[in-house]
């Protein structure tokens, strides 16, 4: 009985893993705030760690993770 549950489990995490990886693969994942916290501090860590720029850094992670094509940021 366990076996069968395990692999029901099993069956169904993998067909949300494989759903996620298609989502990503094609564009349209949507990053969990967690994401883009770690990417906004790789940005800043690549510019040398300086403050002032939390915004832009957490900004350009949003566009990044979320596979937005280049130049489709919008200047306000």
Do not use: C, F
């Not at 994401?35 to 992670?61: C, F, K, P, S, V």
């Amino acid at each position: 009985m366990s076996d069968r549950k395990k692999g029901t489990t099993k069956s169904v995490a993998g067909s949300v893993s494989g759903s996620l990886e298609g989502a990503v693969l094609s564009g349209i994942h949507e990053p969990t705030r967690d994401e883009i916290q770690l990417r906004a501090y790789e940005i800043h860590m690549e510019r040398g760690g300086r403050d002032g720029n939390d915004l832009d850094d957490w900004h350009q992670a949003e566009l990044e993770l979320s596979g937005a094509p280049k130049g489709s940021e919008q200047n306000d």
